[in-house]
């Protein structure tokens, strides 16, 4: 006979967003179960997404600078890779942090049950697992996330055509590796690859990588990852794959000199879908879109007022952060409080090399909806710190309102960009002035320079860089935007004003990222 266990709070899944929320509702005093079918918590996020991808990332960025450091008059040894010790390292930081949500849990009392979920009702739950349960619940917080799209006619018998999660697991290291889709999974594993030697191809179905992403803020990636990978294909399809002697045999239309080429391995990163099916909301009121996230109010309550939804199952951007906001909202939400999903800004980052982040209102934004924005950018090669660090391909920008001189946006890339973007979104979230960010004093000599420094180019008031009013369209609508140009190299401004009205023309879909981050 199954089990039967009564919560006040009941959380389907045990992913970022889930236990923030689970902690958060204990905090405040309620009895909370938190089901997750993994046997350890943390989510996609922690046991395949952020956190391995991460440690990898950040093993890949060591190898690189080693090798650039020659430049500087430093030479070191070719590196040595043992990539089972690699792996070995990378789950010991996963198993680590999985420990600590496993003791914060115990220590507010918030049981974890382990197992499939399905709602049986509107107010009960069935888990099966090594032991079957009931959970009957007040209230509902749903936080199952998402998974990576899969292409059913690329799964082939041989093994070697993996999503990210397989990609985490780079024991043994494939030769060549083609990677399909140029966004956040694709470039970030793409270079963790190419770092421990692998030779990598990437192929993209849109006119540039990113996509979504301001032009300018891409355009340093593109050119760092058109230097590291053994071709960067952009408007290509793949139009098949096959088991082949010795590896997988693909086919290509577009932009590519050899339509048929044989790879080691071939990972696929084309996006990710919300995981709202086969967990019984047929058995509840919870209504779901033509895309799969569920319906949910700013208070995340569906339209079954005890059930919520939160992270990615909820809506895009599918990003680990952003769950866990929702979910103490939601959580607070439940328990009385007046709490409302009522955020400005969400950052998101790029954890390549260069790094890209942004937050806020995005120029391709504006130009897709057709309002009015003003932006400064500040380029890193007038940054101190930048030249001493060897990133000076860098960039930061401010979007603000014409109207107000709000800052409702910042874009940057360069080293450091995942948190230097907190600013940012600090900024947008307390409604801060150009005037304010430009007069808060920054230490010298810091990245984190360049942000009062592009607020100085939008007041004219800049030190090092030489900032001019201009004409430009930016959503459609005339505006002038503070030229960054410099003073010391004429043809600099040129290009820069040149890229700028690229930039505001482009249009490559929806701004909102899909990654393993939620």
């Given at each position: 006979?199954?089990?039967?266990?009564?919560?006040?709070?009941?959380?389907?899944?045990?992913?970022p967003?889930?236990?923030?929320?689970?902690?958060?509702?204990?905090?405040?005093?309620?009895?909370?179960?938190?089901?997750?079918?993994?046997?350890?918590?943390?989510?996609?996020?922690?046991?395949?997404?952020?956190?391995?991808?991460?440690?990898?990332?950040?093993?890949?960025?060591?190898?690189?600078?080693?090798?650039?450091?020659?430049?500087?008059?430093?030479?070191?040894?070719?590196?040595?890779?043992?990539?089972?010790?690699?792996?070995?390292?990378?789950?010991?930081v996963?198993?680590?942090?999985?420990?600590?949500?496993?003791?914060?849990?115990?220590?507010?009392?918030?049981?974890i049950?382990?197992?499939?979920?399905?709602?049986?009702?509107?107010?009960?739950?069935?888990?099966?697992?090594?032991?079957?349960?009931?959970?009957?619940?007040?209230?509902c917080?749903?936080?199952?996330?998402?998974?990576?799209?899969?292409?059913?006619?690329?799964?082939?018998?041989?093994?070697?055509?993996?999503?990210?999660?397989?990609?985490?697991?780079?024991h043994?290291?494939?030769?060549?590796?083609?990677?399909?889709?140029?966004?956040?999974?694709?470039?970030?594993?793409?270079?963790?690859?190419?770092?421990?030697?692998?030779r990598?191809?990437?192929?993209?179905?849109?006119?540039?990588?990113?996509?979504?992403?301001?032009?300018?803020?891409?355009?340093?990636?593109?050119?760092?990852?058109?230097?590291?990978?053994?071709?960067?294909?952009?408007?290509?399809?793949?139009?098949?794959?096959k088991?082949?002697?010795?590896?997988?045999?693909?086919?290509?239309?577009?932009?590519?000199?050899?339509?048929?080429?044989?790879?080691?391995?071939?990972?696929?990163?084309?996006?990710?879908?919300?995981?709202?099916?086969?967990?019984?909301?047929?058995?509840?009121?919870?209504s779901?879109?033509?895309q799969?996230?569920?319906?949910?109010?700013?208070?995340h309550?569906t339209?079954?007022a005890?059930?919520?939804?939160?992270?990615?199952?909820?809506?895009?951007?599918?990003?680990?952060?952003?769950?866990?906001?929702?979910?103490?909202?939601?959580?607070?939400?439940?328990?009385?409080?007046?709490?409302?999903?009522?955020?400005?800004?969400?950052?998101?980052?790029v954890?390549?090399?260069?790094?890209?982040?942004w937050?806020?209102?995005?120029?391709?934004?504006?130009?897709?909806?057709?309002?009015?924005?003003?932006?400064?950018?500040?380029?890193?090669?007038r940054?101190?710190?930048?030249?001493?660090l060897?990133?000076?391909?860098?960039?930061?920008?401010?979007?603000?309102?014409?109207?107000?001189?709000?800052?409702?946006?910042?874009?940057i890339?360069?080293?450091?960009?995942?948190?230097?973007?907190?600013?940012?979104?600090?900024?947008?979230?307390?409604?801060?002035?150009?005037?304010?960010?430009?007069?808060?004093?920054?230490?010298?000599?810091?990245?984190?320079?360049?942000?009062?420094g592009?607020?100085?180019?939008?007041?004219?008031?800049?030190?090092?860089?030489?900032?001019?009013?201009?004409?430009?369209?930016?959503?459609?609508?005339?505006?002038?935007?503070?030229?960054?140009?410099?003073?010391?190299?004429?043809?600099?401004?040129?290009?820069?004003?040149e890229?700028?009205?690229?930039?505001?023309?482009?249009?490559?879909?929806?701004?909102?990222?899909?990654?393993?981050?939620?």
């Amino acid at each position: 006979m199954a089990e039967t266990i009564a919560a006040d709070v009941l959380v389907l899944g045990a992913g970022p967003g889930g236990y923030a929320a689970a902690f958060r509702a204990a905090d405040l005093g309620m009895q909370v179960v938190m089901v997750d079918r993994a046997p350890r918590p943390g989510g996609i996020c922690l046991h395949h997404g952020c956190i391995p991808s991460k440690a990898l990332l950040h093993a890949g960025d060591m190898i690189r600078r080693a090798r650039e450091a020659e430049h500087y008059g430093l030479r070191f040894g070719e590196p040595q890779i043992d990539t089972e010790k690699l792996d070995g390292w990378k789950q010991q930081v996963i198993d680590e942090l999985a420990a600590g949500i496993d003791a914060l849990a115990e220590q507010r009392d918030v049981r974890i049950v382990h197992g499939r979920a399905h709602f049986a009702g509107p107010d009960r739950i069935e888990v099966l697992g090594e032991h079957a349960v009931m959970i009957t619940f007040k209230h509902c917080i749903i936080a199952t996330g998402s998974r990576s799209v899969q292409v059913r006619d690329w799964r082939l018998p041989s093994g070697r055509v993996v999503d990210s999660y397989d990609a985490l697991n780079i024991h043994p290291l494939p030769e060549n590796l083609l990677v399909i889709g140029g966004g956040y999974i694709g470039l970030e594993l793409g270079q963790v690859y190419s770092a421990l030697g692998t030779r990598v191809q990437v192929v993209e179905v849109t006119e540039g990588v990113l996509p979504g992403v301001d032009r300018d803020l891409a355009r340093p990636l593109q050119q760092r990852i058109d230097e590291m990978f053994v071709g960067v294909h952009l408007d290509t399809r793949v139009t098949g794959l096959k088991d082949v002697e010795g590896g997988v045999k693909a086919s290509f239309s577009g932009e590519v000199t050899e339509p048929d080429t044989v790879f080691d391995k071939v990972l696929v990163a084309v996006g990710r879908r919300p995981n709202s099916d086969g967990i019984g909301l047929e058995n509840t009121e919870v209504s779901v879109d033509d895309q799969g996230f569920i319906i949910n109010d700013a208070q995340h309550r569906t339209t079954q007022a005890n059930i919520y939804a939160i992270g990615d199952v909820a809506g895009q951007p599918m990003l680990a952060h952003k769950a866990s906001y929702e979910g103490k909202v939601a959580a607070e939400v439940l328990t009385g409080a007046a709490s409302a999903d009522d955020r400005r800004a969400v950052p998101a980052v790029v954890f390549t090399d260069p790094e890209v982040a942004w937050c806020g209102v995005t120029e391709t934004q504006a130009q897709q909806e057709g309002f009015e924005v003003a932006v400064a950018r500040f380029p890193w090669k007038r940054s101190g710190r930048a030249q001493t660090l060897g990133s000076t391909e860098g960039m930061t920008k401010v979007i603000v309102d014409p109207a107000t001189n709000r800052i409702i946006g910042v874009g940057i890339v360069g080293r450091g960009a995942d948190n230097m973007i907190s600013e940012g979104v600090f900024a947008c979230e307390m409604g801060a002035s150009v005037e304010d960010l430009a007069r808060s004093i920054h230490p010298h000599p810091t990245l984190s320079e360049t942000l009062s420094g592009a607020a100085e180019v939008f007041l004219g008031s800049a030190t090092d860089v030489l900032a001019r009013k201009r004409p430009q369209r930016t959503g459609g609508k005339q505006e002038t935007e503070p030229d960054a140009s410099d003073s010391e190299d004429e043809n600099d401004g040129k290009d820069e004003a040149e890229h700028a009205n690229e930039d505001s023309a482009a249009s490559d879909g929806p701004n909102e990222p899909n990654d393993d981050q939620g």
